[in-house]
C-alpha cells in the first residue's frame, strides 16, 4: 500500500533525473570539442577587437611625415606605386587621413594584393607590405579559418554550431528546480568549498554572458564558408541579378573578389581597348580624389578603377561600423557621381547581418563595444577554464568521466525539437549529429572497453 501511494511522485522524479542527465551528457560532449576551439575563437576575437588601436599604433610614423613642398599628383603616386611592385594593377587608392599621411595604394595581380606606402611629395617608397602579411589580417585569418582556407572556415563554423547547443543546454542544466535563493544562481559563492566555487564560477558565468555569447555565434555566421555560402544561394533563388554582398562568405570567396577587382579588362578580347582606357582613366584619377575628399565619406575611403565586378570608377568607405559605409560611382571623363549607396539603400537582411558584423567587431558604438566583446571573450575563458578545472578533479583514472547514459534515455520533448531544429537551420551540426550517432551505435556500443571509457550503457 505504501509503495504504491508512492510511485505516482516517483516516476515524474525519475524522468527529471533521465532528462537532466541526458542533456548533461550532451553537454559534457559539446563542452568537450568546442573548449580548445572556444578558447582559440575568444582569444584571437579579443585581439581583433582593438584592430583600429592596434593599425594606427603600428603606423604610427607614416601618419606624421614633414611634407614641407607641393604633393605630387594621385597619377604619379599611383604609377610610383606600380613601378615598386612590377607586373601589378591598381586595386584601390586610399585617401590620406590628413595633411602629413603617406599615401597608401593597393596594387595588385590575381590573388595577391600589396600596400604600398610612399611620400606624397617626393615619392619615395616607405613600405612594401603585402595585405596577407599585416598583423591584423594575420588575426582575422587565424580567427576565420585557423589558416587552413575553407576548410578551416567550415571546421570553425562547426565548432560554432556546437557551441550553440553548449549554450542552450548549459542554460537548461543551470535552470533552478530546487533553489532556496539567489546564490549559485545569479552569484557564485566565492566562499564554499572547491567544487561548489568552480560550478558557480562556471554556471553564472555563463548565464551572464550567454546571450552576448550567442549574438557572436551567430553573427558571425554569414562569414563562414558553408552557412555564409548556401545562404547567398538562398537569396540568390528568384533574382534576374547576381546578389552583391557587404561581406564575403570564406577564403575563396576573399579570393575571388582579389581576382576580380585586380582584373582591370572584361575579357581577352577587351585587352588592347581596356589598357589603353585604364591609361586614360589614370590620367583623370586626381579629378577624382578631389571630388571624393569632399564628400567626408568614413575613413578609410578606397578609389577604385573599373574591373571585373565593377565596370566603372568606384569610390568607397571600408569603415569597420558598416552603417557609416557609402559607395560611389564616378564618371571617369567629368567626374560626376552617378550612383551612391548607403547603409539606408540595403535590403534588411543586409542591414540586420552588417549590424551584427560591426558589433562582432566591437565597432559599432565605440569603445563601449570593444569593452563589451572583451568582457565577453573573458567570459569564455573563464567559462573554458572552470569546466576543465571541474572535470579534471573529478575524473576517474580509467575514464574520460562523461555522465553515464540512463538506461532510458530520453530527451525533452522541447529540448529535441530544438535541437531537430537547429541541426536543420546549421547543416553541418546536423550531419555531425548523424555521423556521432551512427558511430555510436554501429561501432562504440560494441566495444566493451570503448563503452566503459565513455560512459554508454
Known amino acids: 500500500m505504501t509503495n504504491k501511494l508512492h510511485t505516482p511522485a516517483k516516476i515524474p522524479l525519475i524522468k527529471r533525473k533521465l532528462s537532466y542527465t541526458s542533456v548533461w551528457r550532451w553537454h559534457f560532449y559539446a563542452g568537450l570539442f568546442c573548449i ?6 575568444a582569444s584571437t576575437g579579443a585581439i581583433y577587437l582593438f584592430k583600429p588601436q592596434v593599425e594606427n599604433w603600428q603606423e604610427r610614423s607614416f601618419d606624421s611625415l614633414e611634407i614641407t613642398g607641393e604633393r605630387a599628383t594621385a597619377q604619379a603616386q599611383v604609377t610610383a606605386a606600380l613601378a615598386a611592385v612590377p607586373g601589378t594593377v591598381l586595386n584601390a587608392y586610399i585617401l590620406p587621413d590628413n595633411a602629413e599621411s603617406a599615401v597608401r595604394i593597393l596594387v595588385g595581380k590575381g590573388k595577391e594584393l600589396t600596400r604600398v606606402y610612399l611620400n606624397p ?18 588575426v582575422h585569418k587565424l580567427h576565420g579559418n585557423l589558416l587552413l582556407g575553407d576548410r578551416g572556415s567550415m571546421l570553425v563554423e562547426l565548432a560554432a554550431s556546437w557551441m550553440i547547443v553548449l549554450i542552450i543546454t548549459g542554460l537548461y542544466l543551470w535552470w533552478p528546480r530546487n533553489a532556496s535563493g539567489l546564490a549559485g544562481i545569479v552569484y557564485p559563492r566565492l566562499k ?21 555569447i550567442l549574438f557572436l555565434l551567430i553573427s558571425g555566421l554569414p562569414w563562414a564558408k558553408s552557412w555564409g555560402g548556401m545562404l547567398k544561394q538562398v ?45 586614360s582613366g589614370y590620367e583623370q584619377i586626381d579629378k577624382l580624389v578631389d571630388i571624393v575628399a569632399l564628400q567626408n565619406l568614413e575613413s578609410p575611403v578606397l ?14 568607405s571600408d569603415s569597420q561600423n558598416r552603417m557609416l559605409r557609402v559607395n560611389l ?28 558584423i560591426s558589433v562582432h567587431e566591437g565597432q559599432l558604438f565605440g569603445w563601449f563595444n570593444q569593452l563589451l566583446g572583451l568582457m565577453t571573450a573573458l567570459g569564455i575563458l573563464l567559462i573554458a577554464v572552470s569546466s576543465v578545472v571541474m572535470w579534471w578533479s573529478r575524473k576517474p583514472a ?28 546549421l547543416p553541418l551540426l546536423g550531419l555531425s549529429l548523424i555521423f556521432i550517432l551512427v558511430i555510436e551505435f554501429a561501432l562504440l556500443c560494441r566495444i566493451a572497453k570503448v563503452k566503459t571509457f565513455l560512459g554508454i550503457s
Request: charged share 20%.
Open 121 to 138: 611629395q617626393t615619392l619615395e617608397i616607405l613600405k612594401v607590405q603585402p595585405e596577407d602579411e599585416r598583423l591584423m589580417q594575420l
Open 36 to 41: 580548445p576551439f572556444a578558447i582559440w575563437l
Open 235 to 279: 537569396r540568390q533563388m528568384n533574382q534576374t541579378t547576381v546578389v552583391k554582398q557587404d561581406w564575403t562568405t570564406g577564403p575563396s570567396s576573399e579570393q575571388a573578389l582579389r581576382m576580380a577587382t585586380n582584373s582591370p579588362v572584361a575579357d581577352e578580347h577587351e585587352f588592347h581597348r581596356g589598357m589603353a582606357h585604364m591609361q
Open 398 to 425: 580509467n575514464s574520460l568521466g562523461a555522465p553515464k547514459t540512463p538506461k532510458n534515455q530520453k530527451l525533452p520533448l522541447l529540448l529535441g525539437l530544438v535541437i531537430v531544429a537547429l541541426g536543420t537551420l
Open 329 to 356: 560611382k564616378l564618371d571617369a571623363s567629368t567626374g560626376e557621381i552617378t550612383e551612391r549607396k548607403d547603409f539606408s539603400s540595403k535590403a534588411l537582411l543586409d542591414k540586420f547581418i552588417g549590424i551584427g
Open 192 to 212: 564554499s568549498d572547491s567544487r561548489t566555487f568552480w560550478r558557480d564560477i562556471h554556471s553564472v558565468t555563463g548565464l551572464w554572458v550567454s546571450f552576448f
Open 303 to 316: 578609389i577604385s578603377p573599373p574591373n571585373k565586378s565593377n565596370g566603372a570608377w568606384s569610390a568607397r
